[in-house]
């Protein structure tokens, strides 16, 4: 991937124009809390419902702003070996071997050069604070609600002066912080200390105009019937009570698969059909199949052609 | 711009607003919030109101009372307006000045909130002898006179939930565990010399399952919702991630409520909190209730689910028993404790009972201390066979 550096945007219009670029049709509330957490360097929190594109808003940062992303995914049990830095072990006990074939003595010593940068495995948190010619990278803390308390904590430290003590080796500051966006799927609370640190932005399911301008971003090959229909399908979708609501996610997913059948509009047979791309609970389709989703497509397909 | 000095002290104001409104917004905030403000100035009334929201809401709940007093406070380029002390009505905290306890009140006038035990013909002593405790134990709480009530009550006070705890991936260093130690083992490496490199070892940590309790407060099971409250105060008390609901006709969620450290003032707030204390029963809305808006958010890191409930719906039976399938799904483990179980011939007639029963992992009774003590036990047992059990057969008293 080509990347060009550039410099911070100035204001919020400036953040929608850089989103824009990187096809991301970013509503005002996310580009102000996102031009904030650039400009005072502070991390982004973002929660939102599965799909509406969290993730894809520190991707397209980070491709924009011609900096490196780095990811770290988040689970339960996550911890320092994986997130921030381990040491490798196997090369330790390799140099500890040569020092005695050496018949080099006095521990201090040897104790010293194995714990120096030479042995230490940087993961995405510790490479965050090192410093890159591109500028500092972008760091996305994907799905934070899936880790425990203990990592939360952990991380506190790490968010708020952007700074990783490792006991052998002393603390390892940021000469610059990095670009930080935290996304949570809302399965757990976050603790509010570490909100407190951040830019709060909840991502809503979009209204249709955007949701229509999304869809012509991401899949400029869809008909422009086909994607007005698709998107009052799924707008009129998101009314009904289902256990889980397709995303933004989705609706993409789902015009890609109906372009793969070569619609140019939605048919009753390509919805039945193509269902499952839309929604992910047997309880959900079975509700929807048939008679309903026939209603809903008649009232797409009218809604689409009346404007 | 005019009223950029003015700046600070209107977010100052606003910001102090929102806090008594409930927000919970500390002083750093606040001074990030005149930051922010400066930073997109006032050319835009809506970069300010996302600005400010960026910094002053954390919670998706928050939103709407963000909304309204943004609205209220931004109107004009004035002070802010006296409307915004109708906030503070709203305002989601229990008010500051404490309610009077329970007991206090109900010596004063008897509440319908929350039905104390009504008072039998003949009352015993408040102390009772070891015997008469004995006793105690095994009898159904509907049958207490209004002594033994408070008697049991401080008994279930006392009883605690272990459940068998859940491994983590994350590790421990553990001298009988079953992997090395890395990083321990290098550094006794290095202190030990060339000779031997003495192991550390180390295991998988573990935790205590989260607790989810959807306590019936209907009509039918009054007597014993009571005791159950008492025991899910307990519980809240003495375990972290304890999620309390009740429901009759709604689901309503009673966990702030019942971590208050007084049992009385605790069981107020939720008779204060509960608009269906003591109406009819609607199981499977409730359930469904809970199945949209909560299991994602307090089930996803292996919850038990503890469903109190005597299963007599007045709604019909196959949405009930497609919800609680649909929860049995998405827990680890999903247990009915059922008041009505004490019955030797206990037959599942009524739809809903029907309805639940072959989709719940187990099945207990929940009418006396006695039961409610074994319920500990059988929680904290291994889990016999599989993940789940075919179907959950009632367990004999």
Redesign the interface.
């Known amino acids: 991937m080509e990347r060009t550096p550039r410099p911070l945007p100035g204001s919020?219009d400036d953040v929608l124009a850089l989103l824009a670029e990187g096809r991301y049709v970013a509503d005002?509330?996310l580009?102000?809390?996102l031009?904030?957490?650039l400009?005072?360097s502070?991390p982004l929190?973002l929660?939102g419902e599965v799909g509406v594109g969290k993730t894809e808003v520190a991707k397209v940062l980070a491709s924009a702003l011609g900096r490196r992303l780095l990811r770290l995914q988040c689970?339960?049990?996550?911890?320092l070996a994986t997130a921030a830095y381990e040491?490798d072990?196997a090369r330790?006990?390799l140099e500890?071997r040569v020092a005695?074939a050496a018949h080099e003595s006095g521990?201090e010593a040897?104790?010293r050069g194995?714990f120096s940068e030479r042995f230490l495995v940087k993961r995405p948190l510790l490479q965050a604070l090192e410093p890159d010619p591109a500028g500092p990278p972008v760091l996305l803390i994907d799905e934070l609600?899936?880790t425990?308390e203990?990592f939360e904590a952990f991380l506190l430290e790490v968010l708020s002066d952007f700074q990783l003590s490792i006991p052998e080796l002393g603390t390892v500051r940021a000469a610059a912080p990095p670009l930080v966006v935290v996304t949570s799927n809302?399965?757990?609370?976050v603790h509010?200390a570490l909100?407190?640190r951040?830019?709060?932005?909840?991502i809503d399911y979009p209204d249709a105009e955007r949701e229509l301008a999304i869809l012509r971003a991401k899949v400029p090959e869809a008909a422009e019937r086909l994607a007005r229909e698709v998107v009052g399908f799924v707008q009129r979708l998101r009314a009904k009570?289902l256990?889980k609501l397709p995303g933004i996610a989705e609706t993409l997913d789902w015009t890609q698969a109906l372009i793969a059948l070569d619609r140019t509009a939605l048919d009753p047979q390509a919805v039945e059909g193509t269902l499952g791309v839309l929604l992910k609970y047997q309880?959900d389709i079975a509700r929807i199949r048939g008679g309903e989703a026939e209603a809903l497509l008649r009232e797409a397909a009218a809604g689409a052609g009346g404007r | 711009m005019s009223e950029g000095g003015q700046l600070p002290a209107r977010v100052l104001h606003f910001a102090r607003a929102l806090r008594a409104a409930g927000l919970?917004i500390?002083p750093?905030?606040v001074l990030?919030a005149v930051?922010?403000a400066a930073?997109?100035g006032l050319s835009?009334r809506?970069?300010l109101y996302?600005?400010l929201?960026?910094?002053l809401?954390?919670?998706?709940e928050d939103?709407a009372l963000f909304d309204q007093a943004f609205r209220l406070a931004w109107r004009e380029p004035e002070a802010l307006p006296p409307g915004l002390e109708l906030l503070l009505s709203h305002s989601p905290l229990p008010s500051p000045r404490p309610a009077p306890l329970r007991r206090v009140a109900e010596a004063l006038s008897p509440s319908r909130a929350l039905p104390a035990a009504p008072p039998r013909a003949v009352e015993v002593d408040a102390v009772l002898a070891w015997s008469e405790r004995e006793q105690l134990r095994t009898r159904d709480f509907e049958q207490l006179s209004a002594a033994e009530v408070r008697e049991a009550e401080r008994a279930v006070a006392r009883l605690r939930l272990p459940l068998p705890e859940l491994p983590?991936?994350?590790?421990r260093p553990d001298p009988a565990g079953v992997r090395v130690d890395?990083?321990a083992?290098?550094r006794q490496?290095?202190?030990a010399?060339?000779d031997a490199i003495p192991l550390r070892w180390r295991s998988p940590s573990r935790?205590p399952p989260a607790v989810v309790a959807l306590c019936d407060v209907s009509g039918s099971m009054a007597r014993y919702s009571r005791m159950l409250l008492r025991f899910l105060h307990a519980l809240t008390r003495s375990r972290a991630q304890v999620h309390s609901f009740t429901f009759g006709t709604r689901l309503t969620p009673v966990t702030r409520h019942l971590r208050h450290r007084d049992v009385d003032a605790a069981l107020a707030a939720v008779g204060r909190a509960v608009p269906d204390w003591e109406g009819g029963t609607r199981i499977g809305p409730c359930l469904r209730e809970f199945?949209?808006r909560w299991s994602?958010?307090l089930l996803?890191?292996g919850a038990v689910v503890l469903l109190m409930t005597d299963g007599l719906d007045r709604s019909e039976g196959a949405d009930l028993a497609?919800e609680t399938a649909?929860l049995r799904r998405s827990c680890r483990r999903l247990v009915w404790l059922n008041p009505l179980l004490r019955f030797q011939g206990f037959e599942p007639r009524a739809a809903g009972v029907r309805a639940i029963l072959p989709n719940v992992d187990e099945h207990r009774p929940v009418h006396s201390l006695d039961s409610l003590e074994r319920l500990a036990e059988a929680l904290s047992a291994p889990r016999r066979g599989g993940r789940r059990a075919t179907s959950a057969r009632p367990t004999a008293p």
């Open positions: 919020v005002r509330s580009a102000t809390a031009f904030l957490s400009r005072l502070r929190f929660e689970y339960e049990g996550l911890d040491w072990y330790q006990m500890i005695e521990r040897i104790e194995l609600d899936r425990d203990p809302r399965t757990r609370e509010d909100k407190r951040c830019f709060y932005a909840w009570d256990f309880d | 919970p500390g750093g905030r990030t930051e922010a930073e997109v835009r809506d970069d996302w600005a929201h960026a910094v809401v954390s919670r998706a939103r983590v991936r994350r590790m890395q990083r083992t290098l490496a290095v202190r010399g060339p935790r199945n949209l994602r958010r996803s890191q497609a649909r």
